[in-house]
């Protein structure tokens, strides 16, 4: 029991640390964001913590907190549902808390995720309309609709959007011409010296055996999550390609349709004229037997 409380408690001392040396750059985020996912048994404490220290810290830094739930969510919601539930727990209690203390600078980036959040089915529109709301009742001013979602560095493999399938390819498009999966995984796997740690099959030291162990494990996870993201949006833009296909399809049926209307507008414009002359070629008989009768 001794050695599980003190894992435990490695871990929130870890955690803790983590979150004090986070920064505003994507490499952070994200690779806070993947160690999280890696630790996805503590996902209930490690929500905890997050929300603790985010209220905690100071007003400058709130927005990181919101950008690592961000990607969190995004990037778990399809593998470790579990992971997106605890961290969603906290977050009525968290972001009107961080938006009313922010700067209106923060509270327009805070803005932007949650937009996003709506916008990519991160979360159900009844739990964004219930955020909205209650940040606004909070001090804040409610979130508006937001412009596209690229104006958020995270990017998420899609969730499939709701509505007709013309708004369906028009989500696709935009989600997928701003994503950055494929250059998030190459650089986090430059940046992991991954080819170093593959590399490294022996280690001479036997006290460097569990450093080594560590940097394998961090290095499976980085790899099984990389590899998840990018066969997520392979599936994506496979489906932009037949939505893609079969809005071509349709297209053409109207274009014919058109083509058929135009060609029998044609047809009965030339039976108007016809018409037209022949009672044309009417009247000038009558106005000639006319005038006959009037000699």
């Not at 929300?51 to 399809?78: E, M, W």
């Not at 579990?82 to 509270?107: G, I, N, W």
């Not at 606004?136 to 596209?148: I, L, Q, T, V, Y």
């Not at 961090?218 to 037949?242: F, P, S, Y």
Request: hydrophobic fraction near 45%.
């Amino acid at each position: 029991m001794a050695g599980a409380e003190g894992a435990t408690d490695d871990f929130a001392e870890s955690f803790a640390a983590k979150l004090e040396a986070l920064n505003e750059t994507q490499q952070s985020i994200n690779g806070l964001s993947t160690w999280l996912r890696f630790h996805h048994k503590r996902s209930q404490q490690a929500a905890q913590i997050w929300a603790t220290a985010a209220t905690q810290a100071p007003a400058s830094r709130h927005v990181l907190f919101v950008y690592l739930l961000n990607d969190v969510l995004q990037t778990s919601r399809r593998r470790l549902p579990t992971l997106c539930d605890h961290f969603s727990a906290k977050m009525e209690q968290v972001l009107p808390t961080l938006f009313k203390a922010a700067s209106p600078l923060v509270r327009e980036k805070i803005t932007r995720v949650i937009n996003v959040w709506d916008e990519r089915g991160v979360l159900a529109a009844p739990e964004v309309a219930r955020l909205r709301a209650i940040m606004s009742g909070g001090g804040g001013r409610a979130a508006p609709p937001a412009p596209a979602a690229s104006a958020v560095f995270a990017t998420a493999p899609l969730a499939k959007p709701a509505g007709s399938e013309a708004a369906s390819l028009g989500s696709c498009l935009e989600a997928l011409q701003s994503s950055d999966v494929l250059d998030r995984a190459l650089a986090s796997q430059t940046d992991s010296n991954l080819t170093q740690v593959l590399r490294n099959e022996a280690v001479e030291d036997p006290s460097q055996l569990s450093v080594a162990l560590g940097r394998v494990d961090a290095a499976h996870a980085l790899v099984v999550e990389n590899t998840g993201a990018l066969r997520a949006e392979l599936e994506d833009r496979k489906r932009l390609i037949l939505l893609l296909c079969k809005a071509v399809e349709q297209q053409d049926e109207i274009c014919k349709q058109i083509a058929s209307a135009v060609q029998e507008g044609d047809a009965t414009l030339a039976r108007v004229v016809e018409t037209r002359t022949r009672l044309d070629n009417m009247q000038s008989q009558l106005d000639d037997i006319a005038g006959m009768a009037a000699e």
